[in-house]
């Protein structure tokens, strides 16, 4: 592989979270070609470890580390501390991107359980994590933050109110910490993906499809498309932009 003319995160070490599957695995596999060291995470070992192959066969550097994020508030500094020791140095590029993902219901549908792990996995974790992860951002000289939100948390949605709600949340997070973080040099934004096709939701995308059948580009998106965002949000080309919620979307939020 020779990347090396158009590499734009040599030297940048990162953790993608949620990157065992779908975006987030594009993600990682994106980052990783930019240059930078990538510790792929999520709670699937070894969906993980193919991911760190994956990389590593086309000449990248990448490292697995297991967290589940539901779990009580140690997973969060835990896996901050295991990504550092795996970088061997802090993380200063944080891609927040795991997520509990709700299947279409009503607000009927909604229980204790469930509305308890959606706030835990889509909003506690990110917020714990980043919180973990900051300090040593900072005394490596900054970074940058994006957040995978969504377009279920700029629009409401008959059917995903409580996935919404979580990713308005995250939304939220992504220019609260944008404020927060700009004086210490980390910049914070956040990806909005429309309806995306992975292989892993590949019996829903003839539902995408057509959700997205009358949007500017009349199809899905991919999650290559969504990762070259990240990539680009979190490179130095990037540097002017703070706080935004871009949306990948093919134009289905800026267009009725
Ligand atoms: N696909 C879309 O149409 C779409 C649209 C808009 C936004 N998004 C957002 O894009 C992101 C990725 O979605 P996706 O479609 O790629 O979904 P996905 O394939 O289901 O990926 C979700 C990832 O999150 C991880 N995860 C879930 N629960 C976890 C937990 N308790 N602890 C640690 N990791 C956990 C999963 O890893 P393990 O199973 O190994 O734990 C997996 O890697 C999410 O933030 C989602 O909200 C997706």
């Known amino acids: 592989m020779n990347h090396t003319a158009t590499q734009r995160l040599t030297g940048r070490r990162a953790l993608v979270t949620g990157s065992t599957s779908g975006i987030g695995r594009a993600i990682a596999i994106a980052l990783a070609r930019e240059g930078a060291t990538v510790v792929v995470s999520g709670r699937g070992k070894g969906a993980g470890e193919a991911v760190v192959e994956a990389i590593r066969a086309t000449g990248g550097v990448a490292h697995f580390v297991r967290a589940d994020l539901a779990e009580s508030g140690s997973a969060a500094p835990e896996l901050a501390r295991a990504a550092a020791a795996a970088l061997d140095g802090p993380v200063d590029l944080l891609v927040n991107n795991a997520a509990l993902l709700i299947p279409a219901q009503s607000l009927l549908d909604v229980d204790e359980t469930l509305a308890d792990l959606a706030l835990a996995v889509n909003v506690k974790a990110p917020a714990l994590l980043t919180a973990a992860i900051t300090p040593g951002m900072v005394a490596a000289g ?8 969504s ?12 996935y919404g709600a979580t990713k308005a949340a995250l939304h939220s997070l992504t220019t609260s910490w ?6 210490r040099a980390i ?7 429309g309806p995306t096709m992975t292989d892993e939701n590949a019996s829903y995308h003839e539902t995408l499809r057509s959700l997205a059948a009358s949007t ?3 199809r899905p998106g991919t999650a290559a498309e969504v990762a070259a965002a990240v990539v680009f949000l979190a490179s130095a ?3 002017h932009i703070h706080g935004a919620i871009l949306p990948v979307d093919g134009g289905h939020q800026a267009v009725r």
Do not use: H, M
């Open 178 to 183: 944008a404020a927060e973080l700009a004086p």
């Open 151 to 162: 377009l279920s948390g700029l629009a409401g949605n008959a059917v995903s109110a409580l």
């Open 142 to 149: 900054g970074g940058a933050i994006v957040n995978t939100g």
């Open 216 to 218: 500017p580009d009349r």
């Open 187 to 193: 910049r914070v934004n956040a990806v909005a993906p």
């Open 237 to 239: 080309e990037a540097a």
